[in-house]
């Protein structure tokens, strides 16, 4: 099998464009951002090809913006999940069969789509639908969706490129690399764009198909990915997208016997439940199913005293409360040593002072709202909590306000124990609590980090001690899939730092890698011998 036959263009990052006052950029994100909202959309579900709509509308309602409708999307059932699976297996045997090259060009088509007419309206859509900012959105939505098609269309040809290195006189051995046998079932996160077409994106472009149950609050933006696969050329009931309660919608598609996979983001609590699922039916499926997913986190800073304090304000400003702290990857917890603390302290108030919050249409605005409703009142319970308690104090921001929109100042907790419970626990918003440590228990300090939380997804080290830095590396080795020195825990890129965390953050199956790819393929050993033996007795059996 020659290399030659299996080249593509080359790879590269996608360059993010900065959306500077007086660009084309911003000038047409802008015009997008106005049309968008003089109309309402009606968003429904595809199945099987086709445009699927019931009588139950649920309306959208930009976080940031409660008073203003952007339209509405039908809301699906247990029957339309059935059909969605039924559309899938059907569409099964041709999308299997297509040449890997006729699928790449469609990923890759949908990669040129999103890198030039559909940028603006998917960063747009994203925008208001998830309350991102311009960067936020351009970084994610665009950048990175574009970046996994591209990324995973090259890490197919090197998998199918991996072939047995050796054959014996008149043999042929061969891999086979075949897509599962059933359907993939994609459960995706509200707050990347990217991730909610990668998830079912990276086990499609093998050749498998795919049941899609995007977020409720993702739908919006969800409607505009679906018009760029489409676009694109991708065939009917290859994805199927569906909306609906998500326990209704998973228990169809879990008891069916030909689920062959689950990719998930999501939090932890509902991906065990889903794995629990899935091992009590374990009897019901044809071929073991494969579970992936990408959880939750409680992601940390650890500063040593050789550390330069304006570096680790930056990061933990960055890190914790760019889009509000609504990443997987945010940094929620921080350990500063007491020598440090009055400096890092003072510039992490004046970058928070600076911070302007507000609607995304306001490019001034870098803060904006968390996603909705349960998440406002999760996060401003546990402000509200550590305002009463004796080992915390609310030292910046603080202030909760529902009125317009789901806007939480940037806040920063002090905490006086190291296993307060806002250094334990995920709250998915823009909190950053500190624990001030003693300059002599860096190492014990370590040792906190890495039992603290049950996490272990990401963190950083911050030091300019080559000896601190290689002892943090290695006592912190399974407390995040994602290890950064010198720099903010978040903003992981396709083919760079490939994502994924371990413990109860996931499976660390690593999106944005050749890794991932793997468990989405089933490889088929296959011997051709070409001068078959005719005489079964072997040369032992001759008499001396």
Request: with cysteine.
């Amino acid at each position: 099998m020659s290399n030659a036959i299996f080249k593509l263009p080359a790879v590269n990052n996608e360059p993010v464009k900065g959306y500077a006052p007086g660009s084309a950029e911003k000038a047409e994100l802008k015009a997008v951002l106005k049309a968008f909202k003089s109309v309402e959309t009606e968003i429904k579900m595809s199945i099987g090809g086709k445009a699927v709509t019931t009588d139950d509308h649920v309306k959208i309602y930009p976080p940031h913006e409660l008073k203003h409708c952007l339209g509405y999307y039908h809301r699906g059932t247990a029957a339309h999940a059935q059909q969605a699976i039924d559309a899938a297996l059907a569409a099964k045997p041709k999308w299997e069969a297509m040449p890997w090259q006729d699928r790449a060009a469609i990923f890759l088509k949908a990669a040129e789509l999103i890198a030039g007419p559909y940028r603006a309206k998917i960063n747009a859509a994203t925008m208001l639908g998830q309350s991102k900012n311009a960067f936020q959105a351009e970084i994610d939505a665009a950048a990175e969706l574009i970046d996994f098609l591209r990324f995973n269309a090259q890490y197919m040809v090197d998998i199918y490129t991996q072939q047995p290195p050796k054959n014996s006189p008149g043999i042929w051995n061969r891999l086979e690399y075949r897509p599962l046998e059933g359907f993939i079932f994609a459960v995706t996160p509200f707050n990347f764009t990217s991730i909610c077409a990668n998830l079912f994106a990276a086990p499609v472009m093998l050749g498998n198909v795919a049941v899609w149950k995007p977020s409720d609050t993702q739908i919006y933006s969800a409607a505009v990915i679906m018009e760029i696969f489409e676009a694109a050329g991708l065939p009917a009931g290859v994805v199927n997208m569906v909306f609906g309660d998500g326990p209704e919608i998973g228990k169809v598609c879990f008891d069916s016997p030909d689920l062959a996979g689950l990719h998930f983001t999501g939090s932890t609590k509902t991906f065990q439940f889903m794995w629990k699922t899935i091992g009590n039916n374990i009897h019901k499926y044809k071929a073991y199913p494969r579970i992936v997913g990408e959880t939750g986190g409680k992601d940390f800073i650890v500063a040593h005293p050789s550390a330069d304090a304006r570096t680790v304000a930056t990061a933990m400003t960055r890190g914790s409360f760019e889009y509000q702290g609504q990443k997987c990857s945010a940094s929620s917890r921080a350990y500063i040593p007491a020598s440090m603390w009055e400096a890092v302290s003072q510039y992490m108030k004046e970058d928070l002072a600076s911070m302007k919050m507000g609607t995304v249409e306001d490019f001034s605005n870098f803060i904006n709202a968390v996603i909705d409703e349960r998440a406002f009142d999760k996060i401003e319970g546990y402000i509200k909590q550590a305002q009463a308690d004796e080992d915390a104090e609310v030292i910046v921001g603080g202030g909760c306000d529902k009125s317009e929109g789901y806007f939480i100042e940037p806040t920063v907790i002090l905490a006086k124990k190291a296993d307060y419970v806002t250094m334990r626990e995920e709250l998915f918003g823009p909190v950053l609590t500190v624990f001030v440590y003693d300059d002599a228990d860096f190492e014990a300090t370590l040792d906190i980090v890495d039992s603290t939380s049950p996490y272990a997804l990401t963190g950083a080290i911050f030091s300019n001690d080559r000896y601190a830095l290689q002892t943090a590396v290695h006592k912190l080795r399974n407390a995040a899939g994602n290890f950064y020195i010198n720099d903010k825990p978040t903003g992981a890129v396709v083919g760079q730092q490939p994502f994924g965390g371990g413990r109860a953050s996931g499976t660390n199956d690593k999106a944005g890698s050749i890794l991932n790819l793997y468990r989405w393929i089933n490889p088929r050993t296959m011997k051709e011998n070409f001068v078959p033996p005719t005489d079964y007795r072997y040369p032992f059996l001759g008499e001396s």
